[in-house]
């Protein structure tokens, strides 16, 4: 096996663990690089089909190509797609220009927290890696949240060798984490192997190009030459920059983000 | 250059294993401009000088109070390969957290301040290790340059860790004075340390040989879970020692049921054979006693399934593990109801002492051998020979309170 197939069969692993585990699993999708990739392991891992929800938490403020993207590879891969807006919010005029760390709790985190108490979700996947964010360094790949939503960093159980938590208390859910180990340029990387689709926001157009992907209105471009997969890996190589770079919610405060995420932020 | 190799820093809090973490990150070059950023930025929030362990120590918390609370991950890159760093607490109640990066461990580097010598969590951490199987371990002798890089203060710090490892039959691969916070013998030898004969840190972790997965090995199998599509019953589960093909008779443990592989299957294609840490769907001739937590074997001398064994056990949970407690035993994907028949030795795990034979309990944070018997029979081997099969956690109530190998 090579390093590939090893990211590979530990996500595999995981993502087949979460479902023998818990009855309701749903599996986040934002259209972006990192969780289509997770849906096409998820793909692997069911034999093509996906035994559970894909959710998409929809601010509104999303790239139109997200949009096209999604209803697309949706029914080209026979998901359960599953739309969620905070719509109260929206029509009270939530907007990203007041405050970021308003927005994204509102028109996130509170969307994503109506949506597992409707549907009843135990364990939701997501595609966050290790190497993005500092914050997210220290997370588990079964990592719970509490009656509140809250993630409790400060007493996170033990996760030994990959016995992963094998129940939600009452009224948790669990964050599973498939691509925890992976890094940026590894998802890439395996992008080009397996020639999986991804939105043409991240190939570089008039020397700029976008690593990183959420709302339109919060992500800037980065300048790059990079117009095809195999020229982003090659890009990726030799950056130093990181890959954030163009999120706004990143910048505003130095932990912002861990507040974001102890509130229940993807 | 696609290799990893994952590494545990531990060591007693305050020895600066955070520190050097940052002092590699660093020197390697690894470290994006916006970090470099944000260590100046927060230094300046805090009207200090630039921290390197404010790298890992990612939490208000964590940084406001100089130490780390939970365990990273983060990666380097050297001319040979690619690393992973796994920072982890030192204080004694985050122990939990440091074991969680340990399990994750293919070496240890444990860091020992100069000044101070070993102290408490240096030997707790040493013990933990050797209990979860880690022996491949690079020491280094850390804030060399507050003793001026004397050679006689390594020396003594170097005669009594030995003296330690020797007692837990592990063999350092290398004691290296360093200086983490100044970046001397991190990536070359230093002229301070003119006297000191062997390699800097960045050499001695690229001759380390990673652990390959042995060929030749028996057949094990844990079966994770069944599907059933399109008519046909799929049993999906990782391969985690030897190998398997298409047409091999195998038996199906503990039931004992004996089958025949008729196909091996990943999405979209068939394989002939599949080896240890594939993840991979199987179909059997006939399949009546297989479900999640059987052990698939080759036929030739298959493991024996067993309902009593004897193991090291780390106890983690505040309340202490007794005679007759009852627990859920998880070992590969068997799970399974167990009892506490006796701890036969209870040690201090801090310093490698039997404290009692035929002990009462075993307390948070201490190292017993102990004897269980299981609801259920289960297949169990040997730690140094299959690793995956000879360790296993224990449970209480949905949390992890211990955790064990065999052998």
């Known amino acids: 096996m090579n390093y590939l197939d090893e990211l590979e069969n530990k996500s595999i692993y995981i993502v087949r663990e979460a479902a023998s585990r818990f009855c309701s699993c749903g599996l986040l999708w934002s259209m972006g ?16 089909k996906i035994p559970f929800p894909v959710i998409h938490i929809d601010t509104s403020f999303k790239f139109k190509e997200i949009y096209s993207f999604r209803d697309t590879y949706a029914k080209k891969w026979g998901l359960n797609l599953l739309v969620s807006q905070n ?35 135990e364990a939701l996947l997501l595609a966050i890696r290790r190497d993005e964010h500092g914050i997210r ?10 009656f509140n939503f809250n993630w409790d960093y400060s007493d996170q159980p033990p996760e030994l060798w990959d016995f992963y938590k094998s129940q939600a208390n009452i009224k948790e859910h669990l964050r599973i984490h498939p691509m925890l180990h992976w890094t940026e340029l590894d998802v890439w990387r395996y992008i080009q192997r397996e020639k999986i689709p991804v939105i043409d926001l991240y190939l570089a157009k008039n020397k700029k190009r976008y690593r990183s992907i959420g709302c339109a209105t919060c992500c800037a471009p980065v300048e790059s030459n990079a117009d095809s997969i195999k020229k982003i890996v090659r890009e990726l190589e030799q950056t130093k920059t990181s890959e954030r770079s163009g999120r706004a919610q990143d910048k505003e405060d130095v932990y912002t983000m861990q507040r974001l995420r102890s509130l229940g932020y993807m | 250059m696609n290799e990893l190799i994952k590494l545990v820093i531990c060591g007693h809090v305050d020895h600066g294993k955070s520190t050097l973490i940052g002092r590699l990150l660093l020197d390697t070059k ?4 916006e970090k470099v950023q944000e260590l100046e930025n927060v230094a300046s929030l805090n009207k200090k000088e630039p921290d390197l362990a404010f790298l890992t120590d990612q939490f208000e918390e964590e940084r406001r109070e100089n130490k780390t609370i939970d365990t990273t991950e983060i990666y380097f890159k050297t001319k040979k390969r690619r690393y992973c760093l796994i920072d982890t607490p030192g204080h004694i109640e985050f122990i939990k957290n440091m074991m969680t990066g340990a399990t994750h461990a293919d070496a240890g580097i444990l860091v020992i301040d100069v000044a101070e010598g070993i102290k408490e969590q240096t030997m707790r951490h040493l013990v933990f290790l050797r209990s979860v199987g880690i022996k491949k371990i690079i020491v280094c002798v850390n804030k060399m340059d507050l003793v001026d890089f004397d050679c006689r203060r390594f020396r003594d710090v170097e005669k009594s860790i030995l003296e ?10 290398y004691i290296l004075p360093l200086s983490a916070k100044k970046g001397v013998n991190i990536l070359k030898n230093a002229k301070a340390l003119a006297w000191f004969g062997g390699p800097s840190l960045i050499k001695a972790l690229d001759v380390l040989v990673p652990e390959i997965r042995k060929g030749h090995r028996p057949l094990r199998l844990p079966i994770q879970d069944v599907y059933r599509k399109d008519g046909e019953t799929i049993f999906v589960g990782q391969v985690e020692s030897g190998g398997v093909k298409t047409g091999q008779k195998i038996v199906a443990l503990p039931s004992g049921e004996e089958t025949q592989v008729t196909s091996i299957k990943i999405f979209e294609r068939k394989k002939r054979t599949a080896f240890a840490g594939e993840n991979i769907g199987l179909t059997f001739k006939d399949a009546k006693t297989i479900v999640r937590g059987t052990i698939i074997c080759q036929k030739e001398n298959p493991p024996c399934a067993c309902d009593h064994f004897t193991a090291s056990v780390f106890w983690l949970a505040p309340e202490p ?22 701890i036969e030795t209870r040690i201090d795990a801090s310093a490698f002492k039997v404290l009692e034979p035929n002990a009462q309990y075993l307390k948070e944070n201490e190292l017993g051998k102990v004897s269980f018997r299981t609801e259920r029979l289960v297949v169990l081997e040997p730690f140094d020979s299959i690793a995956p099969m000879g360790r296993f956690i224990l449970e209480c109530r949905g949390a992890v309170c211990g955790v064990g190998i065999i052998g």
């Open chain 2, 321 to 342: 593990l007794s005679n007759n407690k009852k627990m859920i035993l998880r070992s590969v994907t068997q799970e399974v109801g167990c009892q506490c028949e006796c």
């Open chain 1, 137 to 146: 360094a220290k997370e588990r790949y079964f990592s719970p949240r509490d």
């Open chain 1, 87 to 121: 719509k109260g919010a929206l029509e009270k005029g939530m907007n990203p220009h007041a405050s970021k760390f308003d927005c994204c709790h509102a028109l996130k985190t509170e969307a994503l927290k109506e949506t597992i108490k409707t549907h009843g979700f």
């Open chain 2, 30 to 33: 690894s470290l994006t401009n």
């Open chain 2, 164 to 173: 330690f490892l020797v007692r837990l039959g592990i063999t350092p691969l």
């Open chain 1, 33 to 48: 690089k990192d969780s289509t990739t997770l849906l096409w392991i998820a793909r692997k891992a069911f034999f093509g």
